[in-house]
């Protein structure tokens, strides 16, 4: 199948990434290739008129065949997950959603013979005895949350089914995603999205980690682009294919928060750590990707001086909604930390 003929399907397409990954895929390929799966979720507009959109749980393989067959799907981008605080509210849940919807696409995947499938892993991977500086890519990880546990069975599982069928599967371990197009949904990191809202809408916001938080993030653009890289890069140059570090920017909450005062002199935040906090201190400061710089040539374009100033130009509308994120029950939404 030619390239720009490629049928893809991104499951998770109402989250974070999903959204905005489907809209690049679909400027790339064209809307009609690209079919969009969510689960309860209402999507967004565009992302409903840019091109297919369908609605399935990923954990029932039926459904996700009729999809790939309906579409002539050659190409899965498997973004569905729960994430890690929300997880930690229902971890029999996140399991069963986590890893049992995998397996269900990774056996679609096998049955229909796919040339590709995209299952991103996480730096929930890794556990508090991992280096906090530049954490390897090959090292014993030991997570402390459901969802950091269904990651490492997710990257195993990717392994399984490339050694074992023969079969083109690819990861990145995703930090935490900073993006103005959707919020996110029960993530550690979501701090570093809300409180761009919160100082646009009303000059005030309550991080729920410390200040001198420090976590691995990525600006949504590398995201995307380290995601499309990774899939279009030749399989014989990749070395570890299902479970590559790509380190963006590292900035403590502090930082983030005196980058925006910098744009808006008035912005006031305040620090009131919860139970997150405890799963930001498992987690590295920074990642070594150096294997995903020599394989296939990444290197991100966005520090925390350019990200900030991006951000604060496109964000507008009303403060997030903080309460009502709080109080939404987990779904499947946009893989990340």
Known sequence: MADLERRIMVTGAVGQIGSELTAALRERRGGDNVVAVGHSTEPSETLRNGGPFTTCDVRDAAALAHIVDAYQVD???HMAAILSAAGERVPLLAWDVNVNGLISVLEVARIRGLAQVFVPSSIAVFGPDAPRELAPQDIALHPTTMYGVSKVVGESLADYY?????MDVRGIRYPGIVSHETLPGGGTTDYAVEIFYAADAG???QCFVREDTVLPMMYMPDCI???????????????????????????????????????????VCSYVPDARQE????????????RARIDWGW????????????????????????ERVASEEPVE???RA
């Open 279 to 290: 799963i930001a201190d498992s987690w590295p400061q920074s990642l070594d990707d150096r």
């Open 162 to 166: 490339v050694h074992e069928f023969g």
């Open 75 to 77: 190409t899965i981008y």
């Open 299 to 322: 290197c991100p374009s966005f520090g925390v001086k350019e990200m900030v100033a991006d951000m604060i130009e496109k964000i507008s509308g009303p403060m997030l909604d903080a």
């Open 225 to 267: 682009r380290a995601t499309l890289d990774l899939m279009d890069a030749p399989a014989d140059r990749l070395s570890a294919p299902t479970r590559y570090n790509v380190a963006g920017l590292s900035f403590s909450a502090g930082e983030l928060a005196a980058e925006i005062q910098e744009h808006l002199p008035g912005f």
């Open 333 to 335: 939404v946009s893989v």
């Open 203 to 205: 000059g005030q916001y």
